[in-house]
C-alpha cells in the first residue's frame, strides 16, 4: 500500500474516551478525528509492533481498507486477533489507547 493510497484510504479514528485524564490537549483532540497517519506514526508502529510503519502494518491485516466504512466493517474480535498478532496488547482498543498516550506525549513537547 503506497502512502497516496493510505491517505486516502483509512481517513480518520475516533478518540474519545480513550484516556481518562481530561487535560487541554486531549479536550481539543476529542473534538476531532485523528488520521490514521496522525496516530500511528512509523515510531509508533515500529516501537509498538513487529511493522515497520503504517503501511505494512495495514497490508499486513489482510484487511481490504480503501474507504471509512471497510474499516468501521472489521470486527472487533477480528481486530484483537490481528494485534495479539503483531504486537503485545490484547486488544486494538488498548493499541489505540497507548496509541493516543504517544500523540499527546508528542503534542506536549
Known sequence: MDSETLDSAVHSIAISGMVEEPNDILQQLQKKQLSFRDLFPEEFIRSHTSRKDLADFLTGSGFVLRT???LT????????KYIRTVSSYESFEAFKKAAVEYYIERMAR
Open 68 to 70: 471509512q466504512e471497510d
Open 73 to 80: 466493517r472489521i470486527s472487533t474480535e477480528d481486530w484483537d
